[in-house]
């Protein structure tokens, strides 16, 4: 039998610098955005999580099923249960409701693992910027959580992202539907799978990712919540669309669009870009006004996007955005003699004194392959330091990018060094 593949990661020097390039360009969009940095902690309590995963559900027995919270084993009875971070929104209310006061906005982001297991797979590990807009419910929050979601993919170089909308409604509207969905579940029961039936009766508004054709065939024609909109998320609705359109993010409505997790209300949408023939989900979010209210007491009116930063890295690279930055200066440092170890690094020291990054060559080699893993280390010069020129009080460096190479005194390594750097412009 076939090892089952889990989900996790390991990050190689070849893909960290794209990383690094990645978190970067999301840090400077979300520092323009006045968005702060919060860094949750990858344990939580299990019941917390759950609770806020659930607390919005009606229904009882909806709450034991759909588990994709990876929950650890407790050693004893007395100690809290944990689970492997899920997501960020809950743990950010959390945080935010023990100091918030009515009336004053908070913004954060969180950028991580994330944990998670579907019914039926192997746990899995993938990563997740999340951006949460707290204390305001109105339109400007929405389309400034939007906009902000599209422009971060458009300045990865994503041009082509585009948005889908779609509206959950309230408490005043949102009945009505949920009756009519309910008993369009029952009276198709017989028709669709047991795993979409059961999601849907308890949430309506669930992802169900079933491709069963049969279950494709009966929701097409099942009740949306867009013809139940009360006149005010329908004036909510229209207000969205059309400050998007004019910000020319490009958008289509879509009444099917529906979330994994049941906590949201009002606007919510996607963020999708074709890649690979086929449209793939990016990111996406939208209001949770009720949220805080269920977990924690306060009523903290909030909106939030995420972003699958591994689908985004997956697509950036396919397409070659990842362009690496200028290499900083750097000097390879040869000797083959033992009794000049002493030398080189203290050579090597002085050089980072002076902020000149060094590699030394550790093994024995040829002057040529020597030369070699100074070039595939993309250093600009070579700092050759052998016996002979030492008793003359010189050693011999060779400028890498300029193909030449010439003698300087022992004093001289620093100074002859630093203008070999500005001469090539890597201050
Ligand atoms: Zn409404
Ligand atoms: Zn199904």
Redesign the pocket.
């Known amino acids: 039998m076939q090892a089952r593949q889990i989900g996790i990661h390991q990050f190689m020097p070849d893909k960290i610098w794209k990383w690094k390039i990645l978190e970067q360009k999301i840090g400077q969009h979300l520092y323009l955005h006045d968005y702060q940095e919060i860094r949750l902690s990858i344990l939580q309590n299990h019941d917390v999580i759950q609770e806020g995963l659930t607390v919005l559900l009606e229904k009882e027995e909806a709450k034991e099923n759909g588990d994709t919270v990876i929950k650890l084993p407790r050693l004893s009875e007395a100690e809290p249960a944990i689970a492997l971070r899920p997501e960020g929104t809950i743990s950010v209310l959390h945080h935010a409701a023990a100091t918030h006061v009515d009336g004053e906005v908070q913004r954060f982001y969180y950028f991580g693992a994330m944990f998670r297991r579907d019914l039926g797979q192997s746990p899995r590990e993938f990563h997740q910027l999340g951006a949460e807009l707290l204390g305001s419910d109105s339109i400007i929050s929405v389309n400034e959580i939007i906009s902000m979601g599209v422009k971060i993919c458009q300045g990865l170089g994503l041009k082509d992202v585009s948005l889908k909308l779609n509206?959950f409604?309230?408490?005043?509207?949102?009945p009505d539907f949920i009756a009519d969905m309910e008993s369009f579940l029952k009276k198709n029961k017989s028709e669709l799978c047991a795993d979409c039936f059961d999601k849907l009766i308890a949430n309506p508004f669930a992802d169900t990712r079933c491709d069963e054709p049969a279950c494709l065939k009966i929701l097409d024609d099942a009740p949306v919540m867009l013809n139940?909109?009360?006149?005010?998320?329908?004036s909510r609705f229209d207000s969205v669309k059309k400050i998007q359109a004019n910000l020319a993010h490009q958008y289509v409505v879509n009444p099917k669009l529906y979330k994994n997790y049941a906590y949201y209300n009002?606007v919510v949408f996607d963020l999708v870009i074709n890649s690979g023939g086929k449209e793939r989900l990016l990111g996406g979010g939208g209001r949770y006004d009720n949220l805080s209210r269920g977990i924690t007491g306060k009523n903290i009116p909030a909106v939030g996007f995420y972003i699958d930063v591994d689908m985004l890295f997956e697509i950036m690279d396919r397409r070659g955005l990842f362009i690496p930055q200028d290499k900083s200066f750097c000097v390879y440092i040869v000797s083959h003699s033992k009794e000049l170890e002493m030398m080189v690094l203290q050579i090597a020291h002085e050089f980072h004194e002076n902020n000149i990054k060094t590699v030394l060559s550790t093994n024995t080699r040829t002057m040529e392959e020597d030369e070699l893993a100074a070039r595939r280390a993309y250093c600009d010069l070579m700092l050759i330091v052998r016996e002979e020129n030492v008793r003359d009080g010189k050693v011999l460096i060779r400028n890498l990018s300029k193909e030449h190479q010439d003698y300087v005194s022992l004093n001289g390594i620093l100074s002859s060094t630093l203008i070999a750097r500005k001469a090539l412009n890597k201050e």
């Open positions: 509206s409604g309230c408490e005043t509207c949102r139940y909109l009360c006149d005010e998320c329908k009002d």
